[in-house]
């Protein structure tokens, strides 16, 4: 019944729906949050931290409920690679709006590790989601101009070492590493602005990529190749709370590493290059795909 509802009418009552789903997953989570504070350092810490990616996935569940019950979109999902919960797998999407976490969660919940991805520090400032975040481990990364760091020096790579503590917690247990590797939503005016040598993607930076193989290379089973396509163009949370996101392309491919970048592909200049070349090389893979897929939408 809700599907059928007008979208100013139907937005509000998604949108009420998924606050209260994260509302309630939310005050779950923050209560065993403060047990783990308490808990001593070692097993019981760790086992903590599984029940609060527990809780975590239950959210997510919610969420595809919710979408279920309020949206009527044709799911169009296609996964060339064996998933297990009990792996690590590290996730290169790209990325075009915040409704990509929404349409994540719905590919990957329960059959590979809960996904952590890096996050702007000012969002720990979000209700709810932020603290959230913040007690699920999510690494926050502070952005900083170019003109900043010129005038402050001492700022730069700081990032990187925040993300290598983070990242060393994750070696505790198995986790999914989400990568947006564009490092923002694509835009055509940023497109064009990057002069991107790509039609549908701007150009990969392996900053994160490298910091990421660096601690846990040896750790991952495989790096899975995520591509998302919206075929009736950019969209956005009214979207998808309206009615208005029709269909959701999905394609997950293995990424085979080149040999001598994993772990330790940070270490040398050398090792660095290759990285970037294979990131541009599964980039240019990607545009392709997503030409391919726009037009057989069209």
């Known amino acids: ?13 998604a949108f009420c729906l998924f606050v209260l789903n994260t509302v309630f997953w939310c005050s779950v989570l923050f209560l065993f949050t403060f047990v783990k504070i308490l808990a001593p350092p070692g097993r ?24 279920d019950l309020t949206q009527d979109i044709e799911w169009d999902i ?4 064996e998933l297990s919960p009990n792996a690590s797998y590290l996730l290169l999407a790209n990325h075009q709006s915040w409704v990509d ?5 719905r590919v990957f919940n329960r059959r590979v590790p809960f996904i952590r991805f ?9 209700p709810f989601l932020g603290p959230s975040w913040w007690a699920l481990d999510f690494p926050f990364m502070s952005r900083y101009s170019e003109e900043y760091l010129r005038k402050h020096p001492e700022r730069r790579g700081q990032d990187l070492v925040t993300a290598r503590k983070r990242c060393e917690r994750f070696r505790l247990m198995p986790t999914s590493v989400l990568i947006f590797a564009e490092g ?7 497109r064009r602005r990057l002069a991107s040598p790509f039609t549908h993607l701007l150009p990969p930076k392996a900053g994160g990529i490298s910091t990421v193989m660096e601690v846990m290379g040896d750790q991952f089973e495989r790096v899975l190749d995520v591509t998302i396509v919206y075929p009736e163009g950019e969209t956005s949370f009214f979207a998808l709370f309206s009615g208005r996101l029709k269909r959701v392309v999905v394609r997950v491919r293995t990424l085979e590493m080149p040999e001598g970048l ?3 592909a940070a270490r040398s200049e050398d090792s660095y290059e290759k990285l970037k070349d294979w990131v541009r090389g599964a ?5 392709t795909l997503i030409a391919q897929l726009v037009g057989n939408a069209g």
Do not use: Y
Not at 78 to 81: F, H
Not at 184 to 190: D, G, H, N, P, Q
Not at 283 to 287: A, H, M, S, V
């Open 78 to 81: 296609q996964v060339d690679a």
């Open 184 to 190: 923002t939503r694509f835009r055509e005016e940023k």
């Open 44 to 67: 019981w810490r760790i086992r903590c931290s599984r029940w609060l990616t527990g809780i975590a996935e239950n959210w997510n569940t919610g969420n595809e409920w919710i979408t």
């Open 101 to 105: 976490i929404v349409v994540l969660e």
């Open 118 to 126: 890096f996050i702007k520090k000012q969002l720990f400032w979000v």
């Open 283 to 287: 980039w240019e893979k990607k545009d």
């Open 1 to 13: 019944m809700l599907r059928s509802l007008p979208p100013l009418i139907k937005a509000p009552i």
């Open 262 to 264: 994993v772990p330790g």
